[in-house]
Each structure stands twice: as structure tokens, then as C-alpha cells.
Nanobody
């Protein structure tokens, strides 16, 4: 059974930093990603990383501030978020897939991040 467990959310001040973790179990994935959903908004893509090569991609809104990484031995991905802004407030979701193309089909339960001004 596939399981993705996020951790690391919480309250941080504007300009602060926070690291999210997502531990995966159950199978090996081709890529993992982070999405987020702010109150009243649709879920949006934040970043993704391919598991074998470590290639990354980011949403324009987080480029230069967020860094996605993975630890193959621990089957865990991370999202280091620096220079946080109030608009980064959202529930952050970890996602994973086993195919190179196609949608993400495995999702974590989400972790709340609040940025105070």
C-alpha cells in the first residue's frame, strides 16, 4: 500500500524559513512533487523532482526561494522554503507517481503552513 506522510508544517514569520518532508513507502516512484492549496483557491503546482536523476522544476512564484530535494536511501523528499511570504500560506501536499508522464496519483494528507506578517 502506497503511503505518503508529510511533516514540517507550522507557523512562521514573513521572511522566515521552513522545511517540509514527505516520507514515501509502499513502492518506488519515478518522480515526486509538492502542491499547495490556499483557502478558496485551487490546488497549484509548487515543485517536482525526478527520483533517478534529481531533475527539478518549480512554479515561477517560488523560484529562487524554494528548493526541492530527495534522499533516495530514506525514500523521502524535502521542500526547503526560504523568504516566506504571507501568500505562501496554504496546505502543502506531497504527491508521487510511477510514470514519467501522466498525473500524480498518490497523495499525502497535507500539512498546514501559515505565514504571519
Amino acid at each position: 500500500q502506497v503511503q505518503l506522510v508529510e511533516s514540517g508544517g507550522g507557523l512562521v514569520q514573513t521572511g522566515g524559513s521552513l522545511r517540509l518532508s514527505c516520507a514515501a513507502s509502499g513502492r518506488t516512484f519515478s518522480s515526486m512533487a509538492w502542491f499547495r492549496q490556499a483557502p478558496g483557491e485551487d490546488r497549484e503546482f509548487v515543485a517536482h523532482i525526478t527520483w533517478s536523476w534529481g531533475a527539478t522544476d518549480y512554479a515561477d512564484s517560488v523560484k529562487g526561494r524554494f528548493t526541492i530535494s530527495r534522499d533516495n536511501a530514506k525514500n523521502t523528499e524535502y521542500l526547503q522554503r526560504n523568504s516566506l511570504k504571507p501568500e505562501d500560506r496554504a496546505v502543502y501536499y506531497c504527491a508521487a507517481k510511477t510514470t514519467v508522464i501522466g498525473p500524480y496519483k498518490s497523495w499525502g494528507q497535507g500539512t498546514q503552513v501559515t505565514v504571519s506578517s
